[in-house]
C-alpha cells in the first residue's frame, strides 16, 4: 500500500501501526515542531482492509504549545505565526486531550472511521 511505503529518506517521525483487537494504538514520540502557515498538528491516517478510511490531522491545546517551545530544544525556533485559532484546519474535535506523564505528556483521541461510507 502506498501510504504505508516510505517515500524517501529525508522525512522524519513517520511510520504504521497496528491496531489491538480494541482498535487502540500506542506510539512514543517527541512534540511535533511547527512551520509557517500552520499550528502545531500531527497527521495520522486509519487504514481499514487495506483501504484509507480516514485521513486526519491531532492538535494540541494552545497552552501546552506555548509550555513546551519555551523549554530546550524547541525554544530555539522562534517567530511561530500560526496558532489554533488562525489555522484553517483547526477544529476543536481534532485536539488531543493531554496529561502530564512523568516528563512528558499522554495525548488520547479517538478516530471515527466509516469503512462503508454509509454514514454509521
Not at 52 to 75: C, G, H, I, W
Not at 109 to 120: C, E, H, L, V
Amino acid at each position: 500500500m502506498a501510504d504505508l511505503t516510505p517515500q524517501d529518506d529525508k522525512r522524519y517521525l513517520r511510520g504504521a501501526q497496528v491496531t489491538n483487537q480494541d482498535g487502540i494504538v500506542e506510539f512514543t514520540t517527541v512534540w511535533p515542531g511547527w512551520y509557517s502557515g500552520r499550528t502545531v498538528h500531527v497527521h495520522a491516517m486509519v487504514h481499514i482492509n487495506n483501504e484509507r478510511t480516514l485521513t486526519t490531522q491531532m492538535m494540541m491545546d494552545e497552552s501546552l504549545n506555548t509550555a513546551v517551545f519555551a523549554k530546550a530544544p524547541y525554544s530555539t525556533h522562534t517567530g511561530r505565526d500560526t496558532f489554533n485559532d488562525g489555522d484553517g484546519i483547526y477544529r476543536p474535535t481534532m485536539l488531543l486531550k493531554v496529561s502530564e506523564d512523568g516528563d512528558g505528556y499522554l495525548g488520547v483521541i479517538t478516530f471515527a472511521a466509516d469503512p462503508d461510507k454509509n454514514g454509521k
